[in-house]
Structures are given as structure tokens and as C-alpha cells.
């Protein structure tokens, strides 16, 4: 397997000092990292990718399964003593790419037990990041920002890695769960934004600049307000990718081609960010996958059929611990829990955070973050 390192981007950088410092041609450094500036300078806490062998002192990529079971995470107690109280993530408007970057940065220099792992690149290139932490048998999955006006999930499973964290290392009760305890029998994987093309669409609106400018603006009905965009860059909702019975959801959804939100894609995995979560479930053996999207307060839990004999009851367990409702949803294919129950009978869920119009206001963060805490912990815990 081809390794890579990581460099996170620094106040001050541009493309010919980044590529200097690692002796690259700035040709090179482009062409593994398309969506850079080729001039001025780079917006700091970009995670960058740099060709194998570069003398970067930052984490490689994808250890093997042998190299993985070997480490182990530093005594809490030491992780503790350096961490401080202050909080890395914060609630704040239009969580970005560039930002989820810097705190996973910040967020490893603070818990260095916190793992973060290359598992593809989207439409633009920009890296689609997985975050690990426990060491247990039991791998658990969740992802946020399938879709692009649900970018507050990627600041929810963000601000769960933060609190799991320090729990960990504090030796706290997080939600009542002793986290050490869940630390020691599960693995925990976190993929906080799977489509970052699309999430800054959302936020930035359409630059006369980018590359896509003409075709995104065709697409989106001649607006530049792009506050309403579920899907990628190329107009695909990216929760309508997979193979499960996907031609069906081809039928029902009636999108004549891409748009801002329903077009299935011309073909199952078409887009590089499905293809890299189905590859991700495929490699790493989850016992459950937990979609963050948002509205509604409710977990489906179901699919054909194929979904485990308790999965309801334990979908309404998980319901118990936040005030969300269970649901059976029927009429619905192709999305990535259905996919994968179909594919390896296991648990799967949605959930659907908060109320409201998406995307929801950053003044609901608080209370929808107490809420998806809770239920997060009792999947952790089941």
C-alpha cells in the first residue's frame, strides 16, 4: 500500500515555502493537493498531502492491522497533566473544512491516543480524514456532512471526539459511561466531514474563481446562494450512492440529472467520496455505522429486512437516552446504512439531529450536541 505523510498548513505558508521545506517541486505539491492557492497565501490548517519519503515529521497514513494492534495509547494520567481545561472546538457559524483541520491538529498535539487516518479525497482533492480512538475488538463507525447543509454534524462529531477525549484522559464519567471502560473494549471511528466540496459551497457561496464556476451556477438554477445544497460538487447527493437496490432510488427520486440535492449519480459509487466510505466500511470489520444528518429527532434503523433481529430494540434504546424516536422508514434505498445492513446484516442507523430547516442555526448547537452525546455513548455502550 502507498503511504503518504501530512503537513498542517501554518500561518504564513504559500505553496513555493510548503514545497520548499520538503523539497518538492510546487508543480508536485499541487498536483497531490488540487484545491491549494497556486499563489499568495495558503489559509492555515489546510491538511496537506505529501508524496512518500518527504522529510515531514508529521503522522504517516494507514499502518497495517499488525502495526495498529501493537500501539498503545500513552497512560491518561500523563496525556492529563499537559491538556488544560480551555476547549478546542467551538460552536461557531460555518464550521469549515479549513477549520476541522486545524483542530484535528490541535486536537492530536492535546491527546496524542487520537489516531487520524487518510481514507480518500473528494471531487476538489481535498483529504476525507478518519479519526480512531480505543483500542477494543468492538469497531464502531460514525460519519457527518454526507450531505452539504448538515455541516453542523461534522462540528457535532467533532465536539464528541473532543469530550470522549478528555473524559479519557481525566478519568470522567461522560453521560454516565465510565469512557476508560468503552476505551478498552471498542474502537472507535470517526469520519467528521465525507463532503467537504459541498460543505463549502454551503458556507463560501460560489467564487467567481472556482474552477466549476459556470457548471455549478448552471446547476443550481442561475442563484448564487447556495445556503440550500445537499449535494457534492458535481451535483450528486452523496446518500443516494450506494448499492442497495440503487437503481429503485434512480426511479423514485425522478432527477433528470444533477442538481442541488436528489440526483442519485449515473452509476453506484460514481463519486470518489462514496467510493471512499464504501471502501472504509469494507477494510475495518464495523459491528455498527451511526450517520449523522440532520432534522427530525429520529433514528432509522431499518432496511428490507436485512437489518439484525433486535435492531429495533436497540434503536429504541438509543432513543430512551437522547428523547428521539425509533422509526421503520420504509421507501427509501441507496443511502450508506441501508448499504451497509444489506451488506453485512449489521447495526446501522441515521440519525437525525435536531428540528428545524436545514442548515440549522449554530444557536441550537448546545442543546442538539446534549442530545447526540447521549445517544452516541449508549451505542458506544451497547
Not at 451556477?217 to 450512492?241: C, H, P, S, Y
Not at 442519485?264 to 464504501?278: D, I, N, R, T
Not at 434503523?301 to 438509543?318: F, I, T
Not at 451488506?343 to 437525525?352: A, K, L, M, N, P
Request: negative net charge.
Amino acid at each position: 500500500m502507498e503511504t503518504f505523510a501530512h503537513y498542517v498548513v501554518q500561518p504564513g505558508d504559500t505553496v513555493a515555502c510548503i514545497a520548499g521545506r520538503f523539497h518538492m517541486e510546487p508543480e508536485e505539491l499541487l498536483k497531490l493537493n488540487p484545491m491549494l492557492p497556486k499563489s499568495g497565501v495558503v489559509p492555515p490548517g489546510l491538511l496537506l498531502r505529501l508524496a512518500k519519503g518527504d522529510s515531514c515529521t508529521a503522522r504517516q497514513v494507514e499502518p497495517c492491522e499488525e502495526e495498529l494492534r501493537k500501539e498503545r495509547a500513552e497512560q491518561p494520567e500523563l496525556v492529563a497533566a499537559r491538556a488544560g481545561s480551555e476547549r478546542i472546538l467551538c460552536p461557531e457559524p460555518d464550521y469549515s473544512y479549513p477549520q476541522l483541520c486545524r483542530d484535528i491538529a490541535l486536537l492530536q498535539r492535546r491527546y496524542p491516543f487520537i489516531r487520524c487516518y487518510d481514507i480518500g479525497a473528494s471531487v476538489m482533492g481535498r483529504r476525507i480524514q478518519a479519526l480512531r480512538i480505543g483500542e477494543g475488538n468492538t469497531a464502531i463507525q460514525i460519519n457527518a456532512a454526507f450531505h452539504a447543509n448538515e455541516w453542523i454534524t461534522s462540528l457535532l462529531a467533532m465536539a464528541f471526539v473532543e469530550r470522549y477525549a478528555h473524559a479519557y484522559a481525566e478519568g470522567e464519567l461522560l453521560s454516565g459511561a465510565d469512557m476508560r471502560s468503552l476505551y478498552s473494549q471498542t474502537a472507535l471511528w470517526v469520519v467528521p466531514m465525507v463532503n467537504p466540496d459541498g460543505v463549502e459551497l454551503v458556507q463560501a457561496g460560489l467564487c467567481h474563481d472556482h474552477p466549476r464556476y459556470d457548471l455549478l451556477l448552471e446547476m443550481n438554477g442561475g442563484l448564487t446562494d447556495f445556503t440550500g445544497w445537499k449535494a457534492n460538487v458535481n451535483g450528486v447527493d452523496l446518500n443516494d450512492q450506494f448499492p442497495a437496490h440503487w437503481e429503485v432510488e434512480v426511479l423514485r427520486r425522478e432527477q433528470p440529472g444533477p442538481g442541488p440535492r436528489d440526483f442519485p449519480g449515473y452509476s453506484p459509487l460514481s463519486e470518489p467520496e462514496a467510493e471512499a466510505m464504501y471502501h472504509f466500511a469494507c477494510s475495518r470489520g464495523f459491528e455498527a455505522v451511526l450517520a449523522l444528518h440532520t432534522q427530525g429527532k429520529e433514528i432509522y434503523w431499518n432496511y428490507r429486512d436485512y437489518e439484525p433481529e433486535d435492531a429495533r430494540e436497540r434503536a429504541e434504546r438509543l432513543g430512551e437516552a437522547c428523547g428521539y424516536k425509533a422509526v421503520k422508514l420504509e421507501g427509501s434505498d441507496a443511502g450508506y446504512k441501508d448499504w451497509f445492513i444489506q451488506q453485512f446484516g449489521r447495526y446501522g442507523y441515521t440519525i437525525e439531529a435536531g428540528l428545524g430547516s436545514n442548515p440549522l442555526p449554530i444557536g441550537q448547537f448546545d442543546d442538539i450536541y446534549a442530545e447526540v452525546e447521549k445517544l452516541l455513548v449508549a451505542a458506544l455502550s451497547q
